[in-house]
DNA sequence: CTGAAAAATGGTAGCGCTGCCATTTTTTCC
DNA sequence: GGAAAAAATGGCAGCGCTACCATTTTTCAG
């Protein structure tokens, strides 16, 4: 074998790797070490103003873009968060998500998201996958989890947080208000303002818990008065939609023409019972009385302002994720609810 | 030094990390290699049933959750997806967003999500920071960016798509219709039906260039007739909103009471001139005509159906993320769009 | 000018996994 | 029964970075 000079003997040097610029490589351009480039870069420990130029302008040179998947095997903190949402579609979930979104931005975290579709089961698989990133936190929506998921958000060691609702037992923190309370005030409200025939259009009660936990307040109040729900009626639609809320009013409506009051399970579903009652001609709220849950704008914005009860949900974001973030104690804070009288009862 | 007998030599060995369980855990717990356990977790490469299932039961036994910042560093190919978007409220994001997450979970994907807010710079700080997660793919908002993301963009050797546009240059894939077009399809509707005197409320046009080529798009065929807009409102709102259509009609039609149409940037705005209207006694169409731009839901179940123009936004969703993954060619896709007439105009 | 403290810097062993290769075991076919 | 092919398995070097420690350089009081 022919002995190479030694200038040609061929290293296993950093800028043998085409493509990928590697933090060596910054370092080489800079004539630095590994250790002083990403103490420059995370900017944590002391480094010479000089040297630091140096290597901020060769990084740039180099259009350096650093690996945080190295960085966080290395120091095993990544500066990811895992949220699993229930759909993307409904109106609160982006709220909420815009509220914790800008806390995790300021605090350089970025989202890992998963969308369950209203399924705990499905919930449970992405919140194993999202775990797999090795996330500093993560959120998920409600408390009804499967006794898997639950364990694993338990034995994890990551902080979790549960938003949305406070009726039930949390992980760690939670952060929402109580469905069931708002239900009972939705009832409260309708029967101290004389209604007795109230009628309840809703969707599926097994995907939205919370929903149910509504309904299950508001019956509570009607029992306490000795009443019951005149009738009701259920949107097959999954989530919940305009559409399914104003079919469901005229199914309602056709089976009971003496209601004196409709209880939707939500704004959306009030609106297209809004709108029904507007096509037909039926007066709101002499010939009947209407009451949603959410407090959309849109539902605020109608010629007649929906009665509704609002909740604080970018703030429930904000919060959760500042607490989440923060490393306190765990704890469960309401955030509470506000009853919108509004022009529809 | 006291000499240990050789079993009480105490080795690195898997076990003593307490806390995480790991890979090596398993393996030594299944009694295997590490590489076999590699193999059975990604099911990839052959293993006998019975290792397999010793594997299998070791992991289930020690709560295994695999660590993908390990094995994305390792392989590098991640499964990680980058998303930007411009916004969570808007109704149509979130759509799109649904139907390109559908085909990212089947294929295993997971979103890395930032959100922009319709700033420029703020998307470039986003693509960066997403890029240092090396995902397997990006998604963005429209063809307009900073000179830096796109550069970014254009050398990270990640596939690109960009979505919901197609009126501009892209990078890579390219899923979306011409808002141009539509802006155009929307003045051919309405001077086709005789309306002359169009007023336009739109919200700020610098951060939503889309509405922008609309109106560009609405502004040449009026031109095209000899006709210009009439008149014209900015909603400030950032982002649409129903309440800034409804306080732009107002001011509008303030100014002008001859209009007999209204041009709207987009459905929410519509909706809020729409609730305007209804609560104003002013007769749609006959008084006033409405056309808005998205085809959202809501504004096909008012009592009156908003006449508007509506894009494929779930297919959009889908079909861009199932290019990003497929591996094809760059290319450009318009998935066009439908007007809907409804009973506005 | 000297010694000690402080600041700046470099070397390097992992982080937990995968990809490659070497080795061992099993199967297959004359 | 034996050679060759196929299947199953293990070993180990990285992936690119950070944490830790060692070393060098600078600063500054006395």
Chains 1, 2 share one sequence.
Not at 1 to 23: E, N, R, W, Y
Not at 132 to 141: C, E, F, H, N
Not at 236 to 254: F, H, K, T, W, Y
Not at 306 to 328: E, F, K, N
Request: net charge neutral; proline share 5%; hydrophobic share 40%.
């Amino acid at each position: 074998m022919t002995k190479l000079p030694p200038q040609f003997i061929t290293l296993p040097d950093a800028s043998d790797h085409q493509g990928v610029v590697t933090l060596a490589h910054v370092a080489r351009r800079a004539g630095v070490g590994e250790s002083t480039v990403s103490r420059v870069l995370r900017n944590h420990g002391s480094v010479s103003r000089q040297t630091r130029e140096k290597i901020l302008k060769a990084a740039a040179e180099l259009h350096y873009v650093p690996n945080r998947i190295a960085g966080t095997l290395a120091s095993s903190t990544s500066k990811l968060v895992g949220i699993v949402i229930p759909s993307v579609g409904n109106t609160v979930v982006p709220e909420v998500l815009a509220g914790a979104n800008a806390v995790l931005e300021d605090a350089g975290f970025q989202p890992v998201i998963g969308v369950s579709n209203y399924d705990p089961v499905r919930e449970e698989a992405l919140i194993e996958s999202i775990l797999s990133w090795r996330p500093s936190g993560l959120m998920v929506a409600g408390l009804e989890h499967t006794d898997r998921a639950r364990d694993m958000m338990k034995g994890c060691g990551v902080r979790v947080l549960e938003l949305l609702d406070v009726d039930g037992e949390g992980i760690d923190i939670v952060v929402g208000s109580s469905h069931r309370e708002a239900g009972r005030a939705s009832a409260e409200f309708l029967l101290a303002r004389g209604y007795r025939r109230i009628g309840y259009v809703g969707h599926d009660m097994r995907s939205d818990v919370r929903a149910g936990k509504r309904l299950e307040g508001f019956r509570q109040v009607m029992e306490e008065h000795n009443l019951a729900i005149a009738d009701h009626e259920f949107s097959p639609d999954r989530g919940s939609s305009v559409q399914g809320g104003r079919i469901g009013m005229a199914r309602l409506l056709e089976r009971r023409r003496n209601l004196d009051a409709v209880y939707f399970s939500n704004d959306d579903l009030a609106i297209g019972g809004y709108f029904h009652c507007l096509e037909n001609g039926i007066s709101i709220p002499d010939d009947l009385a209407l009451f949603g849950y959410n407090g959309l704008e849109i539902a605020r914005l109608t010629p007649q302002p929906l009665s509704t009860i609002r909740t604080p949900r970018v703030a429930m974001g904000r919060i959760g994720a500042q607490m989440l973030l923060s490393g306190g104690p765990a704890q469960v804070i309401d955030v509470g609810f506000e009853l919108i009288p509004g022009a529809t009862s």
